[in-house]
T-cell receptor, first 116, second 114 residues
Framework: AQTVTQSQPEMSVQEAETVTLSCTYDTSESDYYLFWYKQPPSRQMILVIR??????QNATENRFSVNFQKAAKSFSLKISDSQLGDAAMYFC?????????????FGKGTKLTVNP | DTGVSQNPRHKITKRGQNVTFRCDPISEHNRLYWYRQTLGQGPEFLTY????????KSRLLSDRFSAERPKGSFSTLEIQRTEQGDSAMYLC????????????FGSGTRLTVV
């Protein structure tokens, strides 16, 4: 079974600075999808960014970008020009394309604090 | 589009009681998912519906848990004979394009079993 590991339970960053959140995963598959979700306190989870494993180009969404290293099974999230509103739990998630399952497998999350 | 709506937001129940949660997905979304999130953990998959058909169930969904989506619109998740270990946030999500594109989550129902 696939597993997702987020090794940083907590991270902090100064406003306007850049921070990178780590995610590694374990799989024997070659085709899959990876996601980063943001969960603000007491609010719903929001999809931040999505990466298709067969694409070598790293996904980018405004201030959010990923560093996808397929061979290393690593999928880190870089947040540039951090803002106070970026403070949240961030979850990395994996989606297999085998067997038709619709489930996402999530890591335990990283709590990001943004200091003014 | 008012997003995915879940009710109630909070539920406190005594051990042994039955509880039911409701999820209203985004209206055009035919796919609906239930997840459970305990403190300090990421969400864990429970079950998946496409329209009214329940196509996937996790082994986490014990005999005490049942989910329905009778007309392919809203869904209910019922837990019978609740146990303290059932205390968690229950998240509902929906999608129209499938899991490859991610889901839209609701705000969740927080269950506390005392």
């Amino acid at each position: 079974a696939q597993t997702v590991t987020q090794s940083q339970p907590e991270m902090s960053v100064q406003e306007a600075e850049t921070v990178t959140l780590s995610c590694t995963y374990d799989t024997s598959e070659s085709d899959y999808y990876l996601f980063w979700y943001k969960q603000p306190p007491s609010r719903q989870m929001i999809l931040v960014i999505r990466q298709e494993a067969y694409k070598q180009q790293n996904a980018t969404e405004n201030r959010f970008s990923v560093n996808f290293q397929k061979a290393a099974k690593s999928f880190s999230l870089k947040i540039s020009d951090s803002q106070l509103g970026d403070a949240a739990m961030y979850f990395c998630a994996y989606r297999s394309t085998q067997g038709g399952s619709e489930k996402l497998v999530f890591g335990k999350g990283t709590k990001l604090t943004v200091n003014p | 589009d008012t997003g995915v709506s879940q009710n109630p937001r909070h539920k406190i129940t005594k051990r042994g009681q039955n509880v039911t949660f409701r999820c209203d997905p985004i209206s055009e979304h035919n796919r609906l998912y239930w997840y459970r999130q305990t403190l300090g953990q990421g969400p864990e998959f429970l079950t998946y519906f496409q329209n009214e058909a329940q196509l996937e169930k996790s082994r986490l969904l014990s005999d005490r848990f049942s989910a329905e989506r009778p007309k392919g619109s809203f869904s209910t998740l019922e837990i019978q004979r609740t146990e303290q270990g059932d205390s968690a946030m229950y998240l509902c999500a929906s999608s129209i394009r499938g899991a490859n594109y991610g889901y839209t989550f609701g705000s969740g129902t927080r269950l506390t079993v005392v």
